[in-house]
């Protein structure tokens, strides 16, 4: 019980260290915020800052990771509202867009200032493909058992998934950074098409 | 007559330069070669490599960019060789994962040493997209008029090429930081075959 509790109060100064940082990279950017900052904004010593992070950068991949769940969320919620597999995988696509154009500051940040922790993104990324990848696999299960798609093999249901998923991080990355901005949804409508075409009945 | 002479006596010089500084790049990455070491490995001083480049990264970007036209160069080899417009997409597909596993070492360097220099990494990455995509458009095309593949609207057409084109970088993206090196050939062939799958007659 005394130690659910002490977790829990663990827990909230986590979240509370986690918001401070948050606003203040987004204000000033990683390499300007300092540990110091950071604990002072809360109204606490650096030491016990410590005693939650060691570096300013697990901090950083703390609010990075806590962003990424903030997004699978509001795409769960938002594959849930919809009744086909389609349309489900449709707007997973046109959702993740939308929460990555909001968050656009912070993935700026990461890019530019976080190169010498590369591994540690690679580490967030591969959790994160793995959810995604799963999160396809449900719906093409669902739309599956609906008998709106046809029938795959165990193995060719997980390959269609990992397919579905790099085309959709292939397509997030060409609107990033490419300029397509335009016409983003139309696009992301036509890759959805192209990808479903092959698994309907 | 004389100024075509002067241009092409440039272009070996660069063409040395760029053939020297790979080397070093590859061997003690970009941090720690300095136009120094460049200029003396071909010989000349260091005030006759600036007549040429501005900087490192300047020649660092044109060994990239070299490295790229010879991928294409490849690629476009390879797809010349094929019949179909199917197998056309199939072979550039896992010819592009190849060169592109034989290049890594020169890959790292870029995503390590060259965070400061991103919008010059954007630059070259957009006109090679751009590139790809008329590749890709250029095969399906060839796919129509062969009656391989459906007709497609000109508006269409550019839509699918660029699909296909995106998909295929997320495939990419996945084989470099992913964990699927154990299988990237079937992966490659699975997601051509769900991309031409909705194209095909």
Do not use: W
């Amino acid at each position: 019980m005394c130690s659910s509790v002490a977790v829990s109060k663990d827990d909230l100064t986590r979240a509370s260290i986690i918001d401070a940082a948050q606003k203040l990279f987004r204000q000033f950017g990683l390499a300007k915020t300092t540990m110091e900052d950071i604990a002072r904004s809360i109204g606490k010593g650096k030491s016990s800052l410590y005693y939650y992070y060691s570096t300013k950068e697990d901090i950083f991949v703390a609010v990075v990771e806590r962003e990424k769940d903030l997004i699978f969320k509001e795409i769960q919620g938002v594959i849930a509202s919809q009744k086909t597999a389609e349309s489900k995988l449709r707007v997973m696509a046109h959702s993740k867009y939308k929460s990555m154009l909001k968050r656009m500051d912070m993935y700026n940040i990461a890019q530019i200032e976080l190169p010498d922790h590369l591994c540690v993104f690679k580490a967030i990324g591969k959790r994160y493909d793995e959810i995604e990848i799963e999160l396809v696999k449900n719906i093409i299960s669902y739309g599956i058992e609906k008998g709106e798609f046809k029938s795959l093999s165990k193995s060719n249901l997980t390959l269609v998934s990992t397919v579905f998923t790099n085309s959709l991080k292939g397509l997030q990355f060409a609107l990033t950074f490419g300029e397509y901005a335009g016409n983003a949804h139309s696009l992301i409508d036509a890759t959805i098409d192209v990808l479903v075409h092959g698994i309907k009945k």
